[in-house]
T-cell receptor, first 114, second 113 residues
Framework: KQEVTQIPAALSVPEGENLVLNCSFTDSAIYNLQWFRQDPGKGLTSLLLIQSSQREQTSGRLNASLDKSSGRSTLYIAASQPGDSATYLCAVSANNNAGNMLTFGGGTRLMVKP | NAGVTQTPKFRILKIGQSMTLQCTQDMNHNYMYWYRQDPGMGLKLIYYSVGAGITDKGEVPNGYNVSRSTTEDFPLRLELAAPSQTSVYFC????????????FGPGTRLTVT
């Protein structure tokens, strides 16, 4: 059974710092990995989607990498801003006979202090 | 495009009541999913559908039921609500889970007291 773990569970940094969020998964037979942002009391906003054949994806100040063989992904946020404060979730899609559902990690709660 | 829409946004139920959470997508996606998110946790799959007329159980299906009579709609039914069903419910869709991202609705926040 696929398990996804995110470390750390919470992170507090001063504004302007570069930071890395970690995601690990137990079964490397994935189709893709997706990073989401979730603001308190809100839904999920997709940030980046990495296909299993890709090594990284970039969008603005965000860069996500994927190392399928070791079961790891990182989300790098450059020059963090208070507006980046949110919970970040990673999820993997795999051939798991459940409609290729997403398996989610528990999230990292990020606070960027002015 | 509206994307994935969910109604209601909030609901309070008494123990033993029933209700239907509505989910509609206008992207002609075959795959649709219902997830629940408990406080401080990731999302867990309740039910999914790979097309109209086809549904199946996910990780946590007990106490729920679904139907998929059209491509657009995927309602989730709660029978005999229990406090353990207090959660935020998200509906999602994707055209091809192998290659495409999943699109999520805004969620329904349900409290059972």
């Amino acid at each position: 059974k696929q398990e996804v773990t995110q470390i750390p569970a919470a992170l507090s940094v001063p504004e302007g710092e570069n930071l890395v969020l970690n995601c690990s998964f137990t079964d490397s037979a994935i189709y893709n990995l997706q990073w989401f942002r979730q603001d308190p009391g809100k839904g999920l906003t997709s940030l980046l989607l990495i296909q299993s054949s890709q090594r990284e994806q970039t969008s603005g100040r965000l860069n996500a990498s994927l190392d399928k063989s070791s079961g790891r992904s990182t989300l790098y946020i450059a020059a963090s801003q208070p507006g980046d404060s949110a919970t970040y979730l990673c999820a993997v899609s795999a051939n798991n006979n459940a409609g290729n559902m997403l398996t989610f990690g528990g999230g990292t709660r990020l606070m960027v202090k002015p | 495009n509206a994307g994935v829409t969910q109604t209601p946004k909030f609901r309070i139920l008494k123990i033993g009541q029933s209700m239907t959470l509505q989910c509609t997508q206008d992207m002609n996606h075959n795959y649709m999913y219902w997830y629940r998110q408990d406080p401080g946790m990731g999302l867990k799959l309740i039910y999914y559908s790979v097309g109209a007329g086809i549904t199946d159980k996910g990780e946590v299906p007990n106490g729920y039921n679904v139907s998929r009579s059209t491509t657009e709609d995927f309602p989730l039914r709660l029978e005999l609500a229990a406090p353990s069903q207090t959660s935020v419910y998200f509906c999602a869709s994707t055209p091809r889970p192998q290659a495409g991202e999943q699109y999520f609705g805004p969620g329904t926040r349900l409290t059972v007291t």
